[in-house]
């Protein structure tokens, strides 16, 4: 039996890693010495660590945040924004900020989980999955009904972006309903993400919306504007 | 330099240190899930609520932890809320890339993220971490919320599957890629 043998899988990852302590780590550096089969072990894990590392090392972020200035602005902006939230009311903004993402609560559940009603509300639509987007506007329908009826004076905005935008495509199942809800309540508005549309432009697909729908810059930058002017912000 | 004129100079290195760690969360998000659009929304999540529910650095490799702990969180609920529900094409990874040596970094590329696309979820999540974002055992256990013990079986599951995938395709011309959603073999 050679060295190779005795040492197993684990043992050699751990190496590769530095999780072997220094007496673990110096034996099998030492067998590695006198062995060729354990050192080309050694060698295929680490070529494998090292290209895994190199592959994913080429990945950017491509958010608004770091595209231009307007970007950096963007971020300060909505990082801004969260800060007041975290830690109190700075020049007189009281943002209440609500990052509410549990799937199992309805829009109307995550408002009720605040400890204040708010007025002014965004609601960002990032996904084209039909359950959650009827479900959501289901939901900002009875929102609005409600707050007609107990002349309550809120707005409401709900953004759609990335595969969101589907839900504001002309040939959407929810073009009825979006229609319906404009034309019903003043206090509501469909928004589209420009740099979404952007991305759509780029594969080849031009996205014409319904007409209920606002091109915005983007959605970080239309958020961190809301949350800078104290509305809550809810993604479904 | 400072990032950015922070409101609480007592807070601005922990704050500088999360959007540093941007483009690193980024990456591991991708890792998981391949697509874009829904890595930038992960990391996006989770630096807010890393901000929202900021704690004072103590040191980056703490913090480390804790902010990858974050993202693995958002990223379970994403999993949780696409559930049954997501249905996402398979997509092709491409690239403008002309030269020969361009070209073959292409293909190892490509390689990598459709080994990687293939792998079962907790495995990925586990490779991803330790050699993507250079967290320990420890640090990644504590990420996930499962033992060290489960984090290096797991690890040597993930890297044995990678081997023998990466050594199969490089006798194959490249295919596919599968995003987030999409079935595993």
Redesign the interface.
Known sequence: MNNSDTIS??QI??FI?N?LDADDYARILRLSQSDVLLTQRID??RN??E?????????????P?TDDDNSART??SL??A??????GG?AGITGT?Q?A???SQSLIEKIALQEAAPEKMILQI??N????IKAALNDAELLLRQSKLKNQNIQLEVIAN??GLNMLRIESPYQKTISSLSANHDNVRFLACGT?MS?FKQKGINLTLVPQAEVVSAV?TQVAMRLNQGWSYL?E | MALFNWPYSQSSQTKAYLISQRNRLFRVAYSWCHSDALADDLVQETLLRALKYGKPLRNDKAMDGWLFRILANCWHDELRRRHDTQDINDYEFHSSDNTEEQHYRTEILTQVYQAMSKLPEAQREVVSLIDIAELSYEETAKALDVPVGTVMSRLNRARLALRDRLEKKCRQPAGKILPFGASNE
């Open positions: 899988d684990e990852n751990a890693d999780e295929e894990r494998q660590k290209m895994l590392a190199f592959a994913y090392k080429q990945k950017k972020s491509n958010t945040f971020w300060k990082a801004a969260v800060l007041v939230f975290v830690f700075v900020m990052i993402n549990n799937p990032s996904s999955d039909p359950a959650r990335a595969d979404g991305k970080t993604r």
